[in-house]
């Protein structure tokens, strides 16, 4: 029933590559997250957005970039792929409108880097 | 300021054990408080909210009350299933920010 999409599910690659996560939702919310999870499960926020032409960086350091351009887009950049970005990835949305509105996640993007 | 604490894990239990994880907060404001479930390979989703002092929320069979008085949300189930293993992460929503315990592994067996 999920209204998030990240691709691709899972991500091998080389050092030194560039790479994009790719995040979409359908349900119209403004605000949206990129979170990373390291392998103890703890959720550390790499990056959020008030809306289009929005960007905020969270409270984790992280060498990524993110735009966004449309409401339902937010896509996350790598420009050269380290080992110590090996993570799971995490996008997320809310209604900044509804107060209590919880966050909406997507299935997340597994990313090893070789 | 601002913060989610959650009992540490791994937790293991027998199916049809009775299941508490503790989770207390401090926030300033009026947080609403939240429960999500992670299963394995998969993202965060929601299992159950409150919003307001003495609410309960619930779903699944599990419950958890917003205890304004002890600052807790505590989840509980009382006879957990295999397919009831996952990660748990209790939360708070105050001030359009979002604030995340870290999270406790609950294993079931047969």
């Known amino acids: 029933e999920a209204d998030i999409y990240q691709t691709p599910r899972y991500l091998v690659i080389g050092t030194g590559k560039k790479i994009t996560l790719e995040c979409s939702q359908t349900m119209g919310h403004d605000k949206m997250y990129w979170y990373q999870q390291d392998p103890g499960m703890e959720l550390h926020l790499i990056h959020y957005s008030y809306g289009v032409n929005s960007t905020e960086k969270g409270d984790l350091s992280s060498e990524s970039t993110v735009s966004r351009i449309r409401t339902e887009h937010f896509p996350l950049t790598l420009e050269s792929a380290r080992p110590s970005h090996t993570s799971q990835y995490l996008c997320?949305?809310?209604?900044?409108?509804?107060?209590?509105?919880?966050?909406?996640f997507g299935n997340g993007t597994r990313l090893t880097v070789t | 300021g601002n913060s989610v604490t959650q009992m540490e894990g791994p937790v293991t239990l027998s199916e049809e054990a009775f299941l508490t994880i503790n989770c207390t907060y401090t926030?300033?404001?009026?947080?609403?408080l939240f429960w999500y479930v992670q299963y394995p390979g998969e993202g965060l989703q929601l299992l159950l909210k409150?919003?307001?002092?003495?609410d309960k929320g619930s779903n699944k069979g599990f419950e958890a009350t917003y205890r304004k008085e002890t600052t807790s949300f505590h989840l509980e189930k009382g006879s957990v299933q295999v397919s009831d293993s996952a990660v748990y992460f209790c939360?708070?929503?105050?001030?359009?920010?979002?604030?995340f315990g870290t999270g406790t592994s609950l294993t079931v067996i047969p």
């Open positions: 926030a300033t404001g009026y947080p609403s």
């Open positions: 409150a919003t307001k002092a003495d």
């Open positions: 997320a949305s809310s209604d900044p409108a509804d107060y209590n509105s919880p966050l909406h």
């Open positions: 939360a708070l929503i105050t001030g359009n920010q979002f604030y």
